[in-house]
């Protein structure tokens, strides 16, 4: 059952095979040729094809139709014996071309299994796939065929596989002359005549890069609140190099390496620690490491490897408490809540649990009673007072029980929380001042707390803000600013009045709530002011009478003073003082037109009362 038979003859039968004992001379002979044809009629049926080629100068073409088909150059071919290497290499050329052969090689080595496809343009054109699925055969090898007598356009692809990336493709007739192509993700385009046999080499480069990591841990057992410690190693075990190496912990997160680039050969390591807790029982402990690398020629094709590490968690008879505060920072006046978690981490029933703080006094729990691996609770509150300062509050918990035996068994758990705290000291040179005069205040904040202070901002609500010669302060340290103020008639009766008040400018979160923290102080300042008013009179003219009896200026000014001081201070108060001072002044002198001498000492004696009354 051939393919293809070519049939070389002159188109003059001579004989048949059982003919030659009747017929020794081999003339023709009609029969002859019948039994050609139907020889050539059973190589059509069964799927063949007949090739004839007609030699010489006398060939009969009828004959070669008979037998082949009724097509030149297709079906029949007439050569003489000259030019008969030419008809069979076009013989051969209508049967195989155009047509493109695929090679597949992987690092140099044939390589099966790759799956490719053929498209031709115009689409119109149908592609023979021999193997059927475009798959390389065990020699690499996969063919497409089409026909056509035209040029024709093909795109050739590769269905990419992980690991490979395709480094080249060259493409060349069956001269080995090298055929343009123009390169399309996962292979080439490039045109095809008639008589072109393509053959295509598609050149894989495999990754070879290669990663090894390794898990340990310090230690195969522990007990709850132990501190396991795992290693990780990490080894570039391929002929590349590998970057942006990661490994990540399913039960810990990611780990932090030492190097993230690493040469073939060369190691990086990285720890994590964890530690136990009771919702590990009954154990084990067990987590895998995932390590990752990139080989720069693979950005796509990520290298990996994995560890895993298994941890015994041992139990012991006994308790454990976990006490939780519910903020980590805090301010005087804050309420603080404690909650207290007591669990049962033994094999054995553990009763009467008690809880005892040594700020807070005892808990009250939930349940006294435990069985083997169960839990309970109790919260108290406590609020923050000034006798905290300067912090943390540091409080201990101890849970007792006991076991059936009747022997004890205790946990403790401490907790610090820290006080966010600070002061505002603000102080006036003077206590008292008249317009023109010059008050500087100066202003002292103190980190009273248990926590430094950052990004301090003071702020005066007539001054505006003040600078000071810190920003941030450690626990206990102070900074001061100063700030000037000039009396002006602005100012008023006064006094002069002023409010400062620092704070934190950059929140700072709670580490439990993750609210902002910003404590802040207040202090005031007062100064008052003493108004002098113009003491010279008008010129009056009086009545001198003649003197008699004793001389009663002295006491008659005097009482006049007291009585309208009293007054004064009646009407208007400690505060209006000063102004009634001079009011006095004024109308002492109006009253008492005596000497410039007399009425000097009057206001001097009142002033100095006044001073020393204030």
């Known amino acids: 059952s051939p393919d293809i038979v070519i049939f070389a003859t002159d188109g003059n039968p001579t004989t048949r095979n059982d003919d030659v004992a009747n017929d020794p001379g081999q003339t023709a002979d009609p029969e002859d040729l019948d039994a050609g044809i139907t020889a050539a009629n059973s190589i059509k049926a069964a799927g063949g094809k007949i090739i004839a080629v007609g030699i010489g100068g006398s060939v009969i073409t009828a004959?070669?139709?008979?037998?082949?088909?009724?097509?030149?150059?297709?079906?029949?071919?007439?050569?003489?014996?000259?030019?008969?290497?030419?008809?069979?290499?076009?013989?051969?050329?209508?049967?195989c071309a155009p047509s493109v052969t695929v090679k597949k090689l992987v690092d140099g080595t044939p390589a099966?299994?790759?799956?490719?496809?053929?498209?031709?343009?115009?689409?119109?054109?149908?592609?023979?796939?021999?193997?059927?699925?475009?798959?390389?055969?065990?020699?690499?090898?996969?063919?497409?065929?089409?026909?056509?007598?035209?040029?024709?356009?093909?795109?050739?692809?590769e269905t990419p596989q992980a690991g490979f990336k395709l480094d080249s493709v060259s493409c060349s007739t069956q001269t080995g002359?090298?055929?343009?192509?123009?390169?399309?993700?996962?292979?080439?385009?490039?045109?095809?005549?008639?008589?072109?046999?393509?053959?295509?080499?598609?050149?894989?480069?495999?990754?070879?890069?290669?990663?090894?990591?390794v898990k340990t841990s310090d230690v195969t057992e522990a007990e709850i609140g132990d501190t396991v410690t795992y290693t990780y190693a990490v080894t570039n075990t391929?002929?590349?190099?590998?970057?942006?190496?990661?490994?990540?912990?399913?039960?810990?997160?990611?780990?932090?390496?030492d190097a993230t680039t690493l040469a073939p050969g060369e190691s990086t390591t990285g720890t994590l620690t964890y530690t136990v807790l009771a919702s590990d029982l009954p154990g084990p402990i067990v987590n895998v490491a995932l390590g990752t690398g990139i080989n720069p020629d693979f950005?796509?094709?990520?290298?990996?490897?994995?560890?895993?590490?298994?941890?015994?968690?041992?139990?012991?008879?006994?308790?454990?408490?976990?006490?939780?505060?519910?903020?980590g920072i805090v301010e005087v006046g804050d309420v603080i809540t404690y909650t207290y978690t007591v669990t049962n981490t033994g094999d054995t029933q553990i009763s009467n649990i008690t809880v005892e703080d040594d700020l807070l006094g005892p808990i009250t729990l939930a349940e006294t009673t435990l069985a083997p691996g169960a839990s309970t609770t109790g919260t108290i509150d406590y609020t923050v007072v000034a006798a905290d300062l300067p912090g943390p509050i540091v409080n201990v918990a101890v849970a007792s029980g006991t076991d059936p035996d009747g022997a004890e068994v205790s946990s403790t758990a401490t907790e610090s929380v820290d006080i966010a705290s600070v002061t505002l000291e603000k102080v006036a040179n003077v206590q008292e001042a008249s317009i023109g005069d010059v008050i500087t205040y100066t202003y002292t904040i103190t980190n009273t707390?248990?926590?430094?202070?950052?990004?301090l901002v003071l702020t005066d609500d007539i001054l505006g803000p003040i600078t000071l010669a810190e920003t941030t302060l450690a626990v206990g340290a102070s900074t001061t600013g100063t700030a000037s103020h000039v009396v002006t008639e602005a100012d008023g009766t006064g006094p002069v009045f002023n409010v400062a008040v620092v704070t934190t400018a950059t929140d700072q979160p709670d580490p439990v709530t993750q609210l902002p923290v910003t404590p802040s102080a207040t202090d005031t300042a007062s100064v008052a002011l003493i108004i002098?008013?113009?003491?010279?009179?008008?010129?009056?003219?009086?009545?001198?009478?003649?003197?008699?009896?004793?001389?009663t200026d002295d006491a008659a000014v005097w009482g006049i003073v007291l009585l309208a001081l009293g007054l004064a201070l009646v009407t208007l108060g400690r505060d209006r003082v000063a102004v009634a001072l001079s009011s006095t002044r004024q109308w002492a002198g109006m009253m008492i037109p005596k000497t410039e001498r007399a009425r000097d000492r009057v206001t001097k004696t009142v002033t100095s009362w006044v001073r020393r009354r204030r």
Do not use: H
């Open 63 to 95: 004959n070669l139709l008979s037998i082949s088909g009724p097509n030149l150059n297709d079906d029949y071919f007439v050569a003489d014996f000259d030019t008969l290497a030419a008809s069979l290499r076009q013989i051969a050329l209508r049967l």
């Open 112 to 157: 099966s299994g790759w799956a490719f496809t053929a498209v031709t343009d115009p689409a119109g054109v149908p592609v023979v796939v021999n193997p059927s699925g475009g798959v390389t055969n065990d020699s690499g090898v996969v063919n497409f065929k089409w026909d056509s007598l035209d040029p024709i356009s093909v795109t050739l692809t």
């Open 177 to 213: 002359t090298p055929i343009p192509t123009t390169p399309v993700d996962n292979g080439v385009t490039f045109t095809l005549t008639l008589e072109n046999i393509a053959t295509c080499d598609f050149n894989n480069v495999s990754n070879d890069g290669a990663i090894a990591v």
């Open 238 to 257: 391929g002929t590349t190099v590998l970057e942006d190496i990661t490994v990540v912990d399913d039960l810990l997160g990611p780990v932090t390496l």
């Open 299 to 327: 950005p796509d094709d990520p290298i990996t490897d994995d560890d895993t590490v298994s941890v015994d968690v041992v139990a012991v008879p006994g308790l454990l408490v976990e006490k939780v505060a519910s903020a």
């Open 449 to 455: 707390g248990s926590m430094t202070l950052v990004d």
């Open 532 to 551: 002098v008013l113009p003491t010279t009179l008008g010129t009056t003219t009086t009545e001198v009478l003649p003197k008699t009896g004793l001389d």
